[in-house]
């Protein structure tokens, strides 16, 4: 078998979101303690309180051994056992902060996200953009509204109107201000939603 990301690039016509892909993030597995030579430890992803993929990770002192089963475009499931490399760099205060180094061919970038395919790689050689990259401008406005209306405390969705109360504890001048700034991403929601619709005739970059 032939060196990790040998023989070809590892990259797509296609720009996906990273939303789309399994991602290991180093960092986390440093504060959990994990990456301790020696241990073996399973790492799960879960969609719905369901496991939908897992992982076996061995970390070394210089690498960690990523054991997976993975499957492309219906084809059958292949066995995959991939090394990926870690560098160390020392934090401000104290202590060693981890990193990936990318095992795509010709890349090696330090990186604390990997993100799995065929191979666990960084978002720059899969060509992965943020999931907020590909929204429309109402949809990022809608997703802005349901953050405020969860810290108002209201339903979920910017179609069910206003909450009846101000949460316990927050100042009115704080909560007028984000009702108003709520008001305003569900103007420029709807407004973008309408025209999707071809129900008026302009353009939603009008209002942003």
Known sequence: MGGI???RRW???SKEATNDYRVIDVRRWQREGLLKPGLRFGWQWKS???ITASILVRPESDQVILTYRHRSNGK???DESNSVYLDWTKCHLS????WFLCPANDC?????LLYGGSIFACRKCYHLVYQSQREANFDRASRRADKIRDKLEWEPGILNGRGWKKPKGMHWKTYEKLCKEHDYYVQISLAGIATKLHLFGESI????
């Open 5 to 7: 990301g040998s023989g």
């Open 11 to 13: 990259y797509f016509d």
């Open 48 to 50: 719905h309180n369901e």
């Open 76 to 78: 059958e499931w292949t």
């Open 95 to 98: 202590g060693e902060r981890p």
């Open 108 to 112: 090696g970038r330090r990186i604390a």
């Open 205 to 208: 970059d009008d209002w942003t």
